[in-house]
């Protein structure tokens, strides 16, 4: 029976284990021009400051006390922290942390967010591998492009199944990632991805929860292990993706091998990349930031009589949480997000505390909005119309959303952003001087100077 709109039986499809694996084995190093390579330092220093920022929040706390009872053994660093752990837990926090503000990067063809899963695991590999900087951004840009080019293969019908898509690829992302930095060669990479394949991590279900988070950080951590399986012989199909029985027709309808193969080594994911000026998910930053313009015009809430909201339908399926009781919650909750935009002007991780969720004018401004679906409004677009108490109304139209590829976030914007994260933890003096060498990462010879910087004083 056919799947999708691509090769149904196992014979005709491609073997794209093993196309990747030889990707990812050969390609030379920096096989790209600089404004990739200068992509993947902007998303390595997106994702370090969202990992630091997210240090000490309950979550990554949780985490941290549920892993200290296996008494891991101090070999890495976890950002934003004095502890140490093993390499795998320090994966497995770093990416939970990175992910809990919803504040990392997007690749918005597939919303996967790629660097959570594959930076988590192949800097907590560098540092105990003595791995260059360069070495890191090679295993970054490669391990990106494998789970993000699987996701294209797969979207929108995996994600529509239900599957967190960061997690599932992100563990093929990861294995990738760390395979390259391991050094395998194209039969241990192709085992590497296998074993990952067997290991697909997230439900949609667990948005608005810790376990939302958890979905990155354990598919960093699994991607480790499948290639250190795989460097020490442990064995799997090299057919795993692309099988009847494999990864792919397994956990989706489609699978398109075209986006897999095609232009493989010569255009790379992570230029489609994009990072985001709002803590929440990115398909409600075009409804904040009209409502940010309300607030720059000395809108105040207690003006509004009501808020109309067009956007495209994947925002009411992903953040149509019309009363959230929480923070987690409120990030998937259009008119939340909205309502703090209006309000404070801004949406960072301070608006969607559970404090700033349960104040009266914010939930009396939740209430006031209404968003509805439109199949004509781009993803990275809305159309907000407010009606003030005086009977006035003021439209505003959002083409491209600060953040998108359209209006993309500049270096000094990221910088910004990175401070906002890491102050609190670090102090503004060490944050600096982290930005510094976080931007020269690909002259570093080792990463052991960013793992300090990116600790609280104390511990250096």
């Not at 919303?111 to 695991?121: D, E």
Request: net charge negative.
């Amino acid at each position: 029976m056919a799947h999708g709109n691509t090769a149904p039986a196992y014979l005709d499809a491609p073997a794209v284990t093993q196309q990747l694996a030889r990707f990812v084995s050969n390609h030379p190093s920096r096989g790209w021009t600089s404004a990739v390579n200068k992509e993947a330092a902007r998303t390595f220093l997106n994702w370090l400051g969202c990992a630091i920022g997210a240090a000490d929040h309950i979550t990554s706390n949780s985490a941290m006390a549920a892993i200290q009872v296996l008494q891991p053994a101090a070999q890495s660093t976890v950002l934003g922290r004095k502890e140490r752990v093993d390499i795998a837990n320090a994966a497995f926090l770093n990416g939970i942390s990175s992910h809990t503000f919803d504040f990392d990067d997007t690749h918005l063809k597939t919303i996967i967010h790629p660097a959570g899963p594959v930076a988590s695991a192949i800097l907590a590999m560098s540092e105990v591998k003595g791995k260059s900087g360069q070495e890191l951004l090679d295993a970054l840009v490669i391990g990106i492009d494998v789970a993000c080019r699987v996701g294209n293969a797969m979207y929108p019908d995996h994600y529509s199944r239900g599957w967190h898509i960061t997690g599932t690829t992100g563990t093929l992302g990861a294995a990738a990632g760390c395979a390259r930095l391991l050094g395998l060669d194209e039969q241990r990479t192709t085992m590497a991805l296998g074993i990952a394949a067997s290991q697909p991590v997230g439900l949609r279900e667990q948005f608005g929860t810790m376990t939302k988070p958890l979905h990155p950080g354990a598919a960093a951590k699994a991607g480790l292990k499948a290639a250190l399986l795989a460097q020490n012989g442990f064995t799997a199909s090299t057919r795993s993706l692309e099988a009847p029985r494999g990864f792919m027709q397994v956990i989706s309808d489609k699978f398109d091998w075209n986006e897999i193969s095609e232009n493989l080594g010569e255009r790379f994911e992570i230029s489609y990349n994009s990072y985001k000026p709002f803590a929440c998910g990115i398909v409600i930053h075009p409804s904040i930031e009209a409502c940010t313009r309300l607030h720059a015009q000395g809108i105040t809430a207690a003006d509004i009589r009501d808020i109309r909201l067009k956007v495209h339908p994947l925002v009411l399926e992903l953040t149509g949480k019309k009363e959230p009781r929480n923070g987690l919650e409120a990030k998937f909750s259009v008119f939340h997000a909205s309502a703090v935009g209006l309000i404070f002007g801004r949406a960072s991780e301070a608006e969607f505390a559970d404090e700033v969720v349960a104040r009266r004018d914010v939930e009396t401004l939740r209430g006031k909005i209404v968003a509805t679906a439109h199949e004509t409004i781009a993803e990275d677009a809305c159309e907000l119309i407010a009606t003030l108490a005086d009977g006035r109304e003021i439209g505003i139209a959002i083409e491209h959303a600060v953040g998108s590829l359209g209006r993309p976030m500049s270096d000094a914007d990221l910088e910004t952003k990175f401070h906002g994260l890491a102050d609190p933890i670090l102090g503004s003096t060490q944050t600096k001087a982290l930005l510094n060498v976080a931007w020269e990462t690909a002259e570093a010879k080792d990463v052991h100077q960013l793992v300090r910087l990116a600790t609280p004083q104390s511990q250096a």
